[in-house]
Each structure stands twice: as structure tokens, then as C-alpha cells.
């Protein structure tokens, strides 16, 4: 029969191995190997469109405006800013984020983030016709007052 003495003292050196192993380890690990960081070059890609709705300055000429939410996705995404171009009553806006050029080499944050922008159209715009905005692919039209 063992001790409880005993039985005590063979389970504190099996602890004490079992530490002193994952201490070695831990110490031999991944620390030799760099860890991953962003690249100083960015890729820009077109971002995720959550929302695009217009709005009309109450201002003579009206003034309109594009509100325009985008996503990005995870950390290693950054919102960019947008592109507009404007042919006759087609209005395109590429909403841009930007992101390491080695993202596949790195572990992002995966926290969802959105950006508002309030986009400016301008006031070239003639009463009673219908303007289309197309913004990364989401389509929406309006009448101008």
C-alpha cells in the first residue's frame, strides 16, 4: 500500500516534469521565426457596399449628396477613399480599402469596421429627370428636384 506521503510526492514530480517540459517548450517555439507584419505595400480593392442612399441640401441650386457606408471586413483592412465620374445621367463611384500586399502572410483582427462617406454630386443636375449612382455594383436612382 503507498502513503498518502507518498502517493503526494510522486504527483509533485510528475507536475514538476510536465511544467519543466512545456516551459522547454515554449522556449524553443516560434521565437526564432519573425513575426508576421504588414508589407509597405497596399493592394487596392474595391470594398464591400453596406448602404447607398442620396440626400439634397435644402440650398438653391439643391446640392446632392451620396452617403455611401462601406466594409471592411477585418483588421487588415483600411478604407481608402472613392473615386466619381460623371457621364451625362450616370453617376459611378468606386468606394476603395486597401490592405498589405502580403495579407495572406498575415493574421488579421476579424473585427468588422464600416466607413460613412458623404460623397458630394454637386448641383448640375436637371429638374424632373432621373440620375442613376451606381457604387461598387449597388445600383440606385433619383429625381433630381
Known amino acids: 500500500m503507498y502513503s498518502k506521503g507518498r502517493m503526494f ?19 524553443c517555439g516560434d ?11 497596399w493592394t487596392v480593392i474595391p470594398a464591400r ?20 457606408v462601406s466594409v471592411q471586413p477585418d483588421g487588415c483592412h483600411e478604407f481608402d477613399g472613392y473615386t466619381d465620374e460623371r457621364e451625362e ?3 459611378t463611384i468606386e468606394v476603395l480599402n486597401r ?18 462617406s458623404n460623397i458630394p454630386l454637386g448641383t448640375d443636375f436637371e429638374s424632373g429627370e432621373t440620375y442613376t449612382v451606381i457604387v461598387n455594383g449597388v445600383t440606385m436612382t433619383f429625381e433630381a428636384q
Open 89 to 91: 445621367r450616370v453617376i
Open 31 to 41: 521565437d526564432d521565426l519573425p513575426a508576421p507584419t504588414p508589407s509597405d505595400d
Open 49 to 68: 457596399i453596406d448602404s447607398v442612399e442620396y440626400t439634397v441640401a435644402e440650398s438653391w441650386p439643391p446640392q446632392y449628396f451620396v452617403q455611401v
Open 99 to 116: 490592405v498589405p500586399a502580403n495579407l495572406d502572410e498575415l493574421a488579421c483582427t476579424q473585427a468588422i469596421s464600416t466607413t460613412e
Open 9 to 27: 510526492g510522486g504527483v509533485v514530480v510528475w507536475l514538476t516534469a510536465v511544467l519543466a517540459i512545456s516551459a522547454t517548450a515554449l522556449a
